[in-house]
C-alpha cells in the first residue's frame, strides 16, 4: 500500500527532528567539561573553550527541547512547526561552535530537518489549546522564579554564594525544584525571611503547574484508552457534527465527513467506543437518546445531527431528544426500512435517506437500461450534499417518480405536507407510528 506524500512528509519531520534531538544531547553531554588546549576558528575567529563549555550544556538542553516538540509534530501541532523550525537552526549552530566530531553530523541533519519540516508547513495546522487553568499555572510559576531571581539578587548582600544574576535565578529555582544543594544559604535574618518565602512560593508554583498541566494529558490517554471523553474535552466542541448511535451504516459516514468536520460519535457501547478511539474518532460512551448525554455532547452547539444505527426505533428516540434540545439544529436520518421514512421524518429529521430503496433503485435502472443513473451517482459521490445541483435533484426525483409511481418512499411533496412543525406533534406522531413491542426494542 502506498504512503501518501502528506504522511510520509509529517513521518520524516518527525523522525528527522527526534533524531536531531537525540545527536544534540549525545554531542552536548560529550563536550561537557570536555577542554582543549587546541585553537579552535571557525572563519579565522578563535574559538574560546567557555564558548565550547557553553554551547554544550546549551546543546543539550535544546535537544532535551527537541525530543519534547517531536511529540508536538508527531499530534500536528502548528506551534511545534515554529518551534522546531526556530530550534533547528540553534542546534546547528550549537554544533558549529562545539566544533566535536559530532558536530558534523548534527549540523548535517538539522539542516536536512529544518528543510523537510519547512516544506511540510501545510501538515501542521492543529490548534494547541491551552485552558485558562494552564495559562494562569504557566504565568504564575514564571512569576515565582521571577520573584525569587530579582528578591535574591537585591538581597545579594544577605546570602552567600549569591553575586550575579545567574547566581540568584540558579538559587530560585533549586529552591522550587526542593533540590536544595546548600551551597547558596542566607546569612542574615531578612535573608533567611526571604528564602523562607521563596520556598512557599516557587514549591508551590510548581506543584500547581504540575498538577494542572500534566493531570489533563493523563486524563486524556485514560478517556481515549477506556473509549470516553474528559469534561475539557468536550466543552471545546463547537461546530461538529454530531454522531447518534454506531452500526454498519455508520461505518461509511463517518469515513466520509470526518476528513470535512470534527465529529463526535455518541455510543452506549464501551467496546464499540474503545475501538473507535483507537481509530481516531471523538467518542462520547453514553445512550444516544439520553438528554443529558446529549448535552454533554454539546448539541447546542452542534452544526448537524446524524442517526444511521440501522435500527430505526432507536433513531426515532434519539431524534425526538435531539430536536427537543435544538429546534433549529439539521437533523440527518438513514431509514433501514422503506416504511419508517416518513416515521423518521414525523421525530424530527429534516432528511431522511433510505439506502436500501435507493440503492435497490439504482440498481434495477442500471439492469434496465436506464441512463443517466450512473452519472447521477458520480455527481452525488464527489459533490457535497450542500453543493449538490438542481439539475440532479431533479433527476433523481424524476426516475424515483417513474420506478415507484410517483411514491418513491424518499421526501417528495406529500412528505413534506405530512411533516409535524412542533416537537409535540412530532413526538407523538412518532410514538403512534412505531410498534413498541419487545422486539424492536432489542
Given amino acids: 500500500m502506498a504512503l501518501s506524500r502528506d504522511w510520509i512528509g509529517a513521518r520524516a519531520s518527525v523522525v528527522l527532528t527526534l533524531l536531531v534531538g537525540v545527536l544534540s544531547v549525545v554531542t552536548g553531554i560529550a563536550n561537557i567539561g570536555v577542554g582543549s588546549a587546541a585553537e579552535f576558528r571557525i572563519l579565522g575567529v578563535v574559538i574560546p573553550d567557555v564558548v565550547r563549555q557553553v554551547t554544550a550544556f546549551t546543546g543539550t538542553l535544546t535537544g532535551f527541547v527537541l525530543l519534547a516538540n517531536?511529540?508536538?509534530?508527531?499530534?500536528?501541532?502548528?506551534?511545534?512547526?515554529?518551534?522546531?523550525?526556530?530550534?533547528?537552526p540553534v542546534t546547528a549552530t550549537q554544533g558549529i561552535l562545539q566544533t566535536s566530531q559530532l558536530s558534523f553530523p548534527l549540523i548535517a541533519l538539522s539542516a536536512l530537518a529544518f528543510v523537510v519540516v519547512g516544506l511540510n508547513v501545510r501538515t501542521f495546522d492543529r490548534a494547541a489549546s491551552l485552558t485558562t487553568a494552564q495559562i494562569a499555572s504557566l504565568t504564575a510559576v514564571t512569576g515565582a522564579q521571577a520573584y525569587?531571581?530579582?528578591?535574591?539578587?537585591?538581597?545579594?548582600?544577605?546570602?552567600?554564594g549569591v553575586s550575579t544574576l545567574l547566581d540568584a535565578f540558579y538559587f530560585s529555582l533549586v529552591t522550587g525544584s526542593t533540590v536544595g544543594y546548600g551551597d547558596v544559604t542566607p546569612t542574615t535574618a531578612v535573608g533567611k525571611l526571604f528564602a523562607l518565602s521563596v520556598v512557599l512560593v516557587t514549591v508551590s508554583s510548581f506543584a500547581v503547574v504540575l498538577g494542572v498541566v500534566f493531570t489533563p494529558l493523563i486524563e486524556a490517554r485514560l478517556s481515549k484508552a477506556l473509549g470516553y471523553m474528559t469534561e475539557e474535552q468536550l466543552d471545546t466542541l463547537e461546530d461538529h457534527v454530531l454522531v447518534l448511535g454506531h452500526g454498519d451504516l455508520t461505518e461509511p459516514i463517518l469515513e466520509e465527513i470526518a476528513a470535512k468536520a470534527e465529529v463526535l460519535v455518541v455510543v452506549p457501547d464501551e467496546e464499540r467506543a474503545r475501538r473507535l478511539s483507537e481509530r481516531g474518532y471523538t467518542v462520547l460512551t453514553d445512550d444516544p437518546s439520553d438528554e443529558e448525554a446529549q448535552h454533554r455532547g454539546r448539541i447546542e452547539a452542534a452544526r448537524a445531527v446524524i442517526t444511521a444505527t440501522g435500527n430505526d426505533a432507536e433513531d426515532a428516540l434519539a431524534i425526538l431528544t435531539a430536536r427537543?434540545?435544538?429546534?433549529?439544529?439539521?437533523?440527518v436520518a438513514a431509514a433501514t426500512q422503506r416504511e419508517n421514512v416518513k416515521k423518521l421524518k414525523r421525530a424530527g429529521a429534516d432528511t431522511v435517506i433510505s439506502p436500501a430503496v435507493l440503492g435497490a433503485h439504482f440498481l434495477a435502472e442500471s439492469a434496465l437500461g436506464g441512463g443517466g443513473v450512473e452519472a447521477v451517482e458520480e455527481e452525488l459521490l464527489k459533490t457535497d450534499v450542500s453543493e449538490v445541483t438542481a439539475d440532479v435533484v431533479d433527476e433523481v426525483d424524476g426516475t424515483a417518480d417513474a420506478a415507484d409511481g410517483g411514491d418513491g418512499g424518499t421526501a417528495d411533496a406529500a412528505d413534506v405536507?405530512?411533516?409535524?412543525?412542533?416537537?409535540?406533534?412530532?413526538?407523538s406522531g412518532a410514538e403512534d407510528s412505531f410498534e413498541w413491542d419487545s422486539d424492536t426494542r432489542e
Avoid at 517531536?70 to 533547528?88: E, N, T
Avoid at 531571581?149 to 552567600?160: I, K, N, Q, V, Y
Avoid at 427537543?324 to 437533523?331: R, S, V
Fill in 417 to 427: 405536507g405530512d411533516t409535524p412543525t412542533t416537537p409535540d406533534e412530532r413526538q
Fill in 70 to 88: 517531536a511529540f508536538g509534530l508527531q499530534r500536528r501541532l502548528r506551534i511545534a512547526w515554529y518551534a522546531a523550525m526556530v530550534l533547528l
Fill in 148 to 160: 525569587g531571581t530579582a528578591g535574591a539578587f537585591a538581597l545579594r548582600e544577605d546570602f552567600d
Fill in 324 to 331: 427537543q434540545l435544538n429546534p433549529d439544529l439539521t437533523i
